[in-house]
């Protein structure tokens, strides 16, 4: 995984590009069914371990590693991720969004705050420090929703799940998990429970669909399942101990999946004599994947051997020039390397990030570092005062871009886009000041 957010660190939200195509794959069909923009719609994954998925203002969904890795297949999580589509498409957010506006002094307005900042701050306990609290931020009453709503959203997951031609049976099967809940004393019941009341009459209704549905059989496509499988052995070997690593993939087991959450978990560990074979094997056995390439770079470059990890990054990078995460990742690699003539390099794999996706505050800071160091010091204000603004750090945003509208030629696109700064700052500190 490219370092934002390192599952294996506290509670937070994971980036990886693996990890985020795969649930792209799985919810596209999803909210084309729905008429949502699927570039708008973001999904984002939570380092937890209870059971949780929920959607805040701005179409944007949260689904912990707890659901990822308790689901037995793929159409499980695709039936989750239906239902929060259907909550987008019903407009169940914009009673939160009103109890929102008047919340800008309460904690649950900061921990929302924070769950936005995490996405790509760089730390995976960022959210922490503006008062997150983990992914239990969904228990409030504000993320609750009505049983009319659940009902409404089940009913258009459903329809969204027939318009793709995918079975219902995976959203049945993981209320069928979640049932056990009911039985559990409300301080340890997975939050999902509390904040989408798992009634009789829903069961119901999701139970009968899936009796009278031609769609009901169908399975999981061989892609899905494939995609399934490795992201869930890479997300094993990054959050569980090496040891119930080793007991759920096994040596006994050769197959790919096991195979990488063993050179995960040895990682993990700094056992890179043991991590480097497993993830070389992989790479034999796929050599066009950017993702093992990746992984081993990663490897080497958290073990401070940076100049082995170039060539690793260089490769992830050749194989999926459209990654915006993996040209960040290169990016970092070739800064830390201390070498002049990668300056050059490293801005253009930041400028093709930025390009692909400028919501990344921690692409930003790169830039900054970059454009410092190839002394171009009214861009390297310019993106220090994106990476801020960002992050909510709104005087800063305003200093830095203040500082660049004086350094960058009058008229430039980065003199103007300095002024933009200002004002947009300026406006979001007198609504949050309101």
């Known amino acids: ?46 380092n937890d371990r209870v059971l949780n998925a929920f959607v ?54 900061a921990q929302i705050l924070g769950l936005l900042l995490a996405v790509g701050s760089g730390n995976a306990g960022a959210g922490a420090a503006v008062g997150m609290g983990g992914v239990h931020i969904a228990e ?12 409404s959203a089940d009913q258009a997951g459903v329809q969204f799940l027939d318009r793709t031609r995918q079975s219902s049976r995976g959203l049945l099967e993981f209320f069928q998990i979640l049932g056990d809940q009911e039985l559990v004393t409300s301080s340890r019941q997975d939050p999902y429970v509390r904040t989408h009341p798992l009634t009789r009459d829903r069961v119901e209704f999701v139970a009968n669909h899936v009796a009278n549905s031609t769609l ?9 399942v494939d995609y399934y499988k490795r992201m869930r052995a890479k997300l094993f070997g990054f959050i569980e101990p090496l040891d119930r690593t080793l007991k759920e993939y096994g040596a006994s087991d050769t197959s790919l999946p096991a195979r990488y959450a063993r050179a995960v978990g040895y990682y993990r560990v700094s056992q890179l004599d ?41 490769e992830m990078v050749r194989l999926a020039p459209n990654e915006s995460l993996l040209r960040t990742g290169l990016a970092h690699v070739q800064i830390e390397l201390n070498d002049p003539a990668l300056v050059k390099p490293a801005l253009s794999n930041l400028n093709a990030a930025l390009s692909a996706d400028d919501s990344n505050p921690v692409t930003w800071r790169l830039a900054a570092t970059a454009y410092g160091l190839d002394n171009q010091m009214g861009m390297s204000s310019l993106s220090l005062a994106e990476y801020n603004l960002r992050i909510g750090r709104l005087v800063d945003a305003r200093g830095q871009a203040a500082r660049a509208e004086r350094l960058l030629p009058r008229g430039s696109p980065g003199w103007i886009r300095a002024q933009d700064i200002q004002n947009e700052a300026k406006n979001q500190r007198e609504q949050r000041d309101r």
């Open 1 to 46: 995984m490219v370092a934002f957010g390192s599952p294996a660190g506290a509670q937070g939200l994971i980036r990886d590009a693996e990890i985020e195509n795969t649930i792209r794959a799985y919810t596209t069909p999803l909210f084309n069914a729905a008429g949502l923009d699927p570039d708008v719609v973001k999904v984002y994954v939570m």
């Open 56 to 109: 805040t203002s701005g179409q944007n969904i949260f689904i912990t590693t707890g659901v990822l890795m308790r689901a037995e297949k793929p159409n499980q999580i695709i039936g989750v991720l239906a239902h929060e589509t259907g909550h987008i498409a019903g407009g169940h957010l914009a009673r939160m969004s009103d109890e929102l506006r008047y919340a800008t002094r309460e904690a649950f307005a």
């Open 140 to 151: 409030r009453s504000l993320l609750s929703y009505s049983r009319t709503q659940e009902a």
């Open 216 to 224: 009901s059989n169908l399975p999981d496509s061989p892609q899905f």
């Open 274 to 314: 043991k991590a480097i074979p497993l993830v070389d094997g992989l790479i034999a056995e796929e050599p066009k994947n950017p993702y093992f390439h990746e992984l081993k770079g990663q490897m080497l470059f958290e073990n401070g051997r940076v100049k082995e990890a170039l060539a690793p990054y260089q």
